[in-house]
């Protein structure tokens, strides 16, 4: 299912709930605020893997240094 784009992170959050995927395909090609994105995302990290949940990430904005930090 395809969420669209320009989806929040809170978006994702609630249909890990609602949809119960085995897979999260995520791809960001654009940040406004790293630090927020990390700590929204640390927090999806968090839901997916309680949930059993891969996330796949991808996508222009995710350099190397912001994926080590993820």
Same mark, same amino acid.
């Given at each position: 299912? @395809?969420?669209?784009? @320009?989806?929040?992170v +809170?978006a *994702?959050? +609630?249909?890990l709930?609602?949809?119960?995927p085995r $897979?999260?395909?995520?791809c960001v090609?654009h940040?406004?605020n !790293?630090a927020e *994105?990390? !700590?929204q995302?640390?927090?999806?990290y !968090?839901?997916?893997t309680?949930?059993?949940? +891969? $996330?796949? $990430?991808?996508g222009?904005? $995710?350099s190397?240094?912001?994926?080590?930090?993820m």
């Amino acid at each position: 299912i @395809n969420l669209g784009p @320009n989806t929040p992170v +809170s978006a *994702f959050r +609630s249909a890990l709930f609602e949809l119960k995927p085995r $897979i999260l395909w995520l791809c960001v090609t654009h940040l406004l605020n !790293e630090a927020e *994105f990390l !700590e929204q995302y640390t927090e999806l990290y !968090e839901q997916a893997t309680n949930n059993n949940v +891969s $996330i796949v $990430i991808g996508g222009r904005a $995710i350099s190397d240094t912001l994926r080590r930090q993820m």
